[in-house]
Antibody
């Protein structure tokens, strides 16, 4: 079955870096755009970044632009999120999700991974 | 606050019908972008419930239906069941500034 499994979350000090991974299985990973979405109790769900199926295009939400980098390794069926200059506002559960639909701007997310918690605290 | 506005909570008795609104603007729903709905059960990841305004993925009961008109969309749940108690989120695309996928703040459905 289609499955996404995130890893790499944890507690990190402000200003430090962390890399999340998302292992995909059950579908042809190299043919789908992939996304990161985060969730906090206060701000709800927030889209973070997308990478096209071949890695040729990447786009970011305004709150992470310049600090986060999305990447993928299609030979390993794995998605990554490199997070630098972390602050308390980045504390959230981070989900990876497959992008669905034929029109990029009408994309929906299915499925989602189980999420990995990132806590930024000194 | 979220770009898409949802009521914080709705409630209903078993068997009743409830609706959840999702109000946007001319840069998202009103611009013609599709609306999608997700259900998040306690302690789990969101799961798509409705895509492209009104389509149900296989496995989603037909008690769930979606619609869109103008700058708003709605999710309706008929024949409410205890297992429907969850958080529901709408999602679309917003073309303002640099463009982004956007979510509503979520609606807690209590049965």
């Amino acid at each position: 079955q289609v499955q996404l499994v995130e890893s790499g979350g944890g507690v990190v000090q402000p200003g430090r870096s962390l890399r999340l991974s998302c292992a995909a299985s059950g579908f042809t990973f190299s043919t789908y755009g992939m996304h990161w979405v985060r969730q906090t109790p206060g701000k709800g769900l927030e889209w973070v970044a997308v990478i096209w199926y071949d890695g040729g295009n990447k786009f970011y939400g305004d709150s992470v632009k310049g600090r986060f980098t999305i990447s993928r390794d299609n030979s390993k069926n794995t998605l990554y999120l490199q997070m630098n200059s972390l602050s308390a506002e980045d504390t959230a559960v981070y989900y990876c999700a497959r992008g669905m639909g034929s029109v990029v701007k009408d994309t929906w997310f299915d499925p989602w991974g189980q999420g990995t918690l990132v806590t930024v605290s000194s | 606050q979220s770009v898409l506005t949802q009521p914080p909570s709705v409630s209903g008795a078993p068997g009743q019908r409830v609706t959840i609104s999702c109000t946007g603007s001319s840069s998202n729903i009103g611009a013609g972008y599709d609306v999608h709905w997700y259900q998040q059960l306690p302690g789990t990841a969101p799961k798509v419930l409705i895509y492209d305004n009104s389509n149900r993925p296989s496995g989603v009961p037909d008690r769930f239906s979606g619609s869109k008109s103008g700058t708003s969309a709605s999710l309706a749940i008929t024949g409410l069941q205890a297992e429907d108690e969850a958080d529901y989120y709408c999602q679309s695309y917003d073309s303002s500034l640099s463009g982004s996928y956007v979510f509503g703040i979520g609606t807690k459905v209590t049965v």
